[in-house]
């Protein structure tokens, strides 16, 4: 059981980067349109 707690724990972890790297893509995205528009 507490391998299976922890396997959650960096499940979460990776969807937790998984958004800040999206989101850091689409502020640097916006960021160049904003600079090109």
Request: glycine share 10%; charged share 30%.
């Amino acid at each position: 059981e507490s391998n299976g707690q922890t396997e959650g724990k960096v499940n979460k972890l990776k969807c937790i980067k998984r958004q800040m790297y999206g989101r850091a893509k689409f502020d640097l995205l916006r960021q160049r349109m904003l600079l090109c528009g």
